[in-house]
């Protein structure tokens, strides 16, 4: 997190807000429970007669179950990363830069600071990235998020169900959190689905389950289901930005390159190349939310990086929270610099 961010924490105000920020968390943490709850005890304990088909629908819940809630822990405590101090600009250099009569100036100092960075993203007008808030020079596809306080590596988006923002470090255990959280649904839709038909066919006075067990086996399949529906859309199109090189911010906006300008396409090295940058090469770890991803979040390889002399590894993203903070600073901003 950035100053701003413990900043606001240290107030009443910024208190409550870190706690608000947990809710969507909460939530989804006591849904899953209430679905352990509907499924162990009311529909494989108390309403399950055969014990050998209740321990295997036990044993492959409690699998699905584990790597669920760990992959979803994983994207919840894992931290957006920090940028190195080189990326920093110096107070001096930012006080010019503020200072600045022109554009033109502003680009200069800014491609003057950054000639020694690999940096191949640009603004609009070909200067390379600025981030006022931090002060720091953005590595290719990093992005402020206002939610956060702080540049972000290779941000995707910032996801309130996780309190969190999608990024370098946690794309992987986001895109197996949405996988697992929909094998999980499809598994207990699956299972409940018989006794779901019997409560309508034979009358829920006719179930094993009794009092307000039959309920909670209808409303676990209800939900199972809606859940199901919203996450293999979801599910489905992380895939397809996986396999692409493209994240969520990308495919709204195209990265600019030093060379060849706007391109969606400009990480897409394969399908296969494309998915072993987020997952790895060694498909022991392809599965497991542990972290197995190629770089460092602030280089990249690009399509056409044998065009580019000046860049040795180029490949980061920029978090569009706020879109006008790829624009160089005003000059309007000098009259509050001391």
């Known amino acids: 997190m950035g100053n701003e961010d413990h900043r606001r924490r240290k107030t009443p105000c910024g208190f409550c807000m870190a706690v608000f920020k947990w809710i969507p968390v909460l939530f989804i ?42 992959s979803y822990w994983r994207t919840i405590m894992t931290s957006v990363g920090r940028i190195p101090d080189q990326w920093r600009i110096p107070d001096e250099e930012v006080s010019r830069l503020f200072r600045a009569d022109s ?53 995707d988006h910032h996801c309130p169900w996780v309190n969190n923002c999608v990024n370098f470090y946690n794309y992987k255990y986001f895109v197996l959190f949405l996988g697992y959280a929909l094998v999980y649904c499809l598994y207990v839709a699956f299972t409940s689905l018989h006794d779901f038909v019997e409560f ?27 859940f199901a529906i919203s996450l293999v859309s979801l599910f489905g199109y992380h895939i397809y930005l996986v396999l692409v090189n493209r994240t969520t911010l990308e495919s709204f906006r195209a990265p600019i390159f030093r060379v060849g300008g706007p ?24 599965f497991l939310p542990v972290f197995s991803s190629f770089g460092d979040g602030k280089t990249f390889p690009i399509r056409h990086m044998e065009e580019d002399t000046e860049s040795l590894l180029g490949y980061h993203s920029d978090t569009r929270i706020e879109l006008e903070e790829d624009y160089l600073p005003e000059p309007r901003f000098q009259d509050s610099i001391p």
């Open 29 to 70: 943490t006591a849904v899953i429970a209430w679905s352990y709850y509907a499924y162990v005890v009311e529909l494989c304990i108390r309403n399950s007669q055969n014990r050998i088909g209740m321990i295997f629908m036990l044993l492959f819940y409690h699998l699905f179950l584990t790597l669920f809630m760990w």
């Open 103 to 155: 554009p033109d100036t502003q680009k200069r100092i800014l491609n003057n600071f950054a000639r020694d960075l690999p940096v191949t993203n640009r603004t609009m007008n070909g200067s390379v990235r600025f981030c006022e808030k931090c002060k720091i020079i953005k590595p290719d596809r990093a992005h402020h998020c206002s939610v956060c306080s702080c540049c972000v590596l290779k941000m």
């Open 200 to 226: 309508w066919k034979v009358g829920a006075g006719q179930l094993n389950a009794s009092g307000m067990g039959r309920f909670h086996i209808l409303f676990l399949f209800f939900i199972a289901i809606m």
């Open 263 to 286: 391109d969606k396409n400009g990480y897409n090295l394969g399908r296969y190349a494309n998915f072993c940058e987020v997952f790895g090469d060694d498909w022991q770890y392809w």
